[in-house]
């Protein structure tokens, strides 16, 4: 029988903290929404004591969201644990979270206080929100680097007191994967009455270890992950929620299972970059642009010829349309004949020997191969045309309403449109989509500095979804507008 794995996600509080990265009330609604459709158990909604913005976020989601238990966080403080009980006063399923540190180098410094002080407040407070709600959570901040006989005369002491759930914070993201599994073993062995609480993981990224260290303890005994979406969180991140998730449900012999739809997750991943202006890494677990993504030409062959070969999970699995296979100077040819017989080119072993010659010779000087090219190498001539951008002037700035003139070349045509828009780059692609008349969904907007300066020539990357498969665009220009055109036409050039 699989263990029920509990997932606790903090985006919205712990995610949050990453400067530049915060969101308003709508915002915050917006995910707490796809959080719940995602099948995410707890949702920690902010730190209603920190700002009056924090509070109102978490009264507004209590309103809405009905099926994860909602959780406030707070410190080891009365007044704290008051703010978050009033901030849950509409929500379907209430939980306190309350934090104290734990680690001798935090009770010095920054508490100047003794264990038994320590302790003593953390029972206090468990104790106080227990008046409150039933389900309370304590978190022992900096458990990481906390000895752990003295680790487990505290969890044994905020268990007695009330908590139904008991956090094992790897907050300085110290530990090493078996370290912090023996941890969560020693507790198990040591504290009286674990068995009446769930032990819950909440580990940071400092050294790259959040992931491992979490499913360490996972199979050394708890039942509850905190996590956050793209794996982000202050400093370095928290533990990555599609990481977590695929572990366990790739990893059958863990006998774990969670209550996520795994399917729901890219679109969840894209969702929080957007409205956090924080884009997910190319190379990123699960969830980067290439995480599915197969150049290198042996490996080509072996998706092509079983697809277990190189991926051990679907893509369809975390919502992803499918697998890509971009040709680059890297292919082989078992890449190239599946691509030319993609768009209607059967081509005999000799032949294709000739296109391969002729393709890296291509692929050499382009960094992304498109069906045009191919076309074009197998004698399509006048697709070299495609689209090109032939003038683009913009009008914005306060108070006036962003407008874009594009010029482009289809074919051997001149086609001219104006459009308006949120802002230049929006008025921009909305005249280009007027002449072209494709619906296209913009997936990913990424706007880069070669060096620096306000002179600088930026490169624009883009991501477009159309019919359920994803094409890339890239522009450079020293008008970012112009690159994110010529990003955008790029990507349009592959799609047509």
Not at 188 to 195: A, E, N, S
Not at 222 to 230: G, L, P
Request: with cysteine; net charge neutral; aromatic share 6%.
């Amino acid at each position: 029988m699989n263990k029920r794995i509990f997932i606790f996600d903090t985006t919205l509080r712990d995610g949050e903290q990453v400067p530049g990265c915060q969101l308003n009330t709508v915002e915050k609604i917006e995910i707490a929404l796809a959080l719940e459709e995602l099948g995410v158990d707890i949702i920690e909604a902010g730190f209603p004591i920190s700002s009056p913005g924090d509070f109102a976020s978490i009264v507004e989601i209590s309103k809405v969201v009905k099926k994860p238990v909602i959780c406030p966080l707070t410190r080891a403080i009365k007044t704290d644990i008051d703010c978050a009980w009033e901030s849950l006063k509409f929500a379907k399923r209430k939980r306190i979270h309350t934090f104290i540190s734990s680690s001798d180098i935090h009770i010095q410094y920054q508490f100047n206080s003794t264990r038994e002080k320590i302790m003593e407040q953390a029972v206090d407070a468990v104790k106080y929100a227990k008046t409150f709600v039933e389900d309370v959570e304590f978190s022992a901040m900096d458990a990481g680097r906390t000895d752990n006989e003295f680790l487990a005369r505290f969890i044994e002491a905020a268990i007695k007191a009330g908590a139904t759930t008991v956090n094992i914070p790897d907050t300085t993201g110290y530990c090493l994967p078996q370290e912090f599994g023996e941890k969560i073993k020693y507790l198990f062995k040591h504290v009286d009455g674990i068995d009446k609480a769930i032990v819950s993981t909440h580990c940071h990224n400092d050294l790259g270890l959040a992931t491992a260290n979490s499913i360490a303890g996972v199979i050394h005994g708890a039942k509850q992950i905190e996590v956050t979406i793209n794996g982000v969180g202050e400093r370095a991140g928290n533990t990555s929620l599609e990481e977590t998730v695929m572990i366990l449900n790739t990893r059958k012999d863990l006998e774990c299972k969670t209550n996520i739809n795994s399917k729901k997750i890219y679109a969840t991943s894209r969702l929080v970059s957007r409205l956090m202006k924080m884009p997910v890494q190319p190379n990123k677990a699960i969830v980067g642009r290439n995480a599915f993504a197969h150049s290198a030409g042996i490996h080509q062959h072996g998706i092509l010829k079983n697809k277990f070969t190189y991926e051990i999970i679907n893509p369809e699995d975390v919502g992803i349309p499918k697998t890509s296979l971009p040709l680059t100077a890297r292919s082989g040819r078992a890449a190239l004949k599946h691509h030319l017989e993609r768009i209607g080119y059967n081509v005999s072993p000799k032949k294709l020997d000739e296109i391969y010659k002729n393709f890296l010779a291509l692929a050499d000087k382009k960094k992304d191969t498109t069906d045009d090219d191919l076309r074009i190498l197998m004698g399509d001539e006048a697709l070299e045309k495609g689209i090109k951008l032939e003038l683009l002037e913009v009008v914005c700035g306060k108070p006036l309403t962003p407008m874009a003139t594009v010029k482009l070349k289809v074919g051997n045509k001149e086609l001219a449109a104006t459009s308006s828009g949120n802002g230049p780059v929006d008025a921009t692609f909305n005249a280009i989509n007027s002449i072209i008349k494709k619906t296209v969904t913009l997936e990913e907007f990424l706007v880069q500095a070669i060096t620096k300066g306000s002179d600088d020539t930026g490169i624009v990357h883009i991501q477009l979804l159309s019919k359920g498969n994803m094409y890339y665009g890239f522009g450079a220009d020293t008008d970012i507008i112009v690159a994110s055109a010529k990003a955008y036409i790029d990507g349009l050039n592959k799609i047509l």
